[in-house]
Structures are given as C-alpha cells and as structure tokens.
C-alpha cells in the first residue's frame, strides 16, 4: 500500500508543478498547490497569483488555504493532503496549520530554493523549513518531501536570474 500512497503523491506533485509552470507563463511567481482528500477528491487547485513587485502574500499554497477554509470543515481538511511544487515558506505552514491540514507533500526545498534566488528581492527567503514550523504547533501536521526535487526545480530555472521590473518605471 506504501507503493500505491506514494504513486498518488507523485502524481499530485506532479499536478502540482504543472500548475507552477501555468502560473509563471502567466505572468506570476512559479508555484502551485493541490488539496486533496485522503480518498481522492481534489477540493482546489491554485497557482501562485503574485506578479513581480506585486501582493507578497498571494501563494499558491495560501490561496488553497483560503479556498478550502471557507468550503470545507475541520474535520475534512485534517484528512487532507495539500501538494505543493516548493515547500511552504513560514507565511503558508502557518496558514497550513490554522486551517487545519493534516499533511503537506511538496517537491522543491525551499533551502535549494534559496540557493536559487539569494537575496532576490521578490523572495528574500526564510530559512525555516515547514516542518521545523510545524513541530511547534499543538497538532500534527505530517511532512513529506522533498520528492521529484529535480522535476519541482525546473518551474524556477531561469526565472530568479531575470531582474525584477522596478514598479512606476516605464
């Protein structure tokens, strides 16, 4: 059965980062969420709605969170699994958590994500992974990853060395 749950998370992983690869040929940041139920239903999809010098807090992951809250009761999110293309930074575990998510899959690091954008102004990076964030909580949120990491940082190539257009410019 082990074979079978990690089949299914590949295959939302890789969901997951297409919906990253969408949201960067649209114009935003390269991320992308998928919340599922432990039977499969697929409650949301998000990409990453923050454009370049834009809202820092429009992430894919938050704006699942957002969506699912306000659908689905407590009980139905416990049981769910959120997949994400990049691990959750500090912003979205914290979201993760209070809404209620019982699991996160992601692929790309975000200590490799970091390694990637250095001290890009549009992601100035924590360095606290989600799990380190949820093993301070009161419940148990069940961390898997990083998994397929080559095939998560493939939405980002490139895209952190472009310079970051200087808002009112032009």
């Known amino acids: 059965m082990a074979s079978n749950k990690n089949d299914r998370d590949i295959r939302y992983l890789r969901r997951a980062i297409a919906l990253a690869k969408q949201s960067r040929a649209g114009g935003h940041h390269p991320f992308g969420a998928v919340v599922v139920t432990d039977d499969d239903k697929v409650l949301v999809e998000r990409e990453s709605r923050k454009e370049r010098g834009g809202d820092a807090t429009q992430h894919s992951e938050l704006e699942a969170v957002r ?70 909580g009161q419940r148990k949120v069940e961390v898997i990853g990083p998994l397929i990491e080559d095939e998560g940082r493939e939405a980002h190539a490139g895209f952190w060395a472009e310079p970051a257009p200087v808002k009112g410019a032009g």
């Not at 997949?83 to 899959?105: D, K, L, Q």
Request: overall charge neutral.
């Open 67 to 136: 969506a699912v809250s306000a659908q689905y009761s407590k009980d139905v999110l416990g049981r769910s699994t959120l997949y994400t293309s990049t691990e959750p930074c500090a912003m979205c575990a914290g979201a993760i958590y209070w809404g209620g998510i019982g699991r996160v899959v992601y692929s790309f690091p975000e200590h490799r994500l970091m390694e990637m954008t250095g001290n890009h102004p549009e992601n100035p990076t924590l360095t606290l992974p989600c799990r380190e964030l949820f093993a301070r």
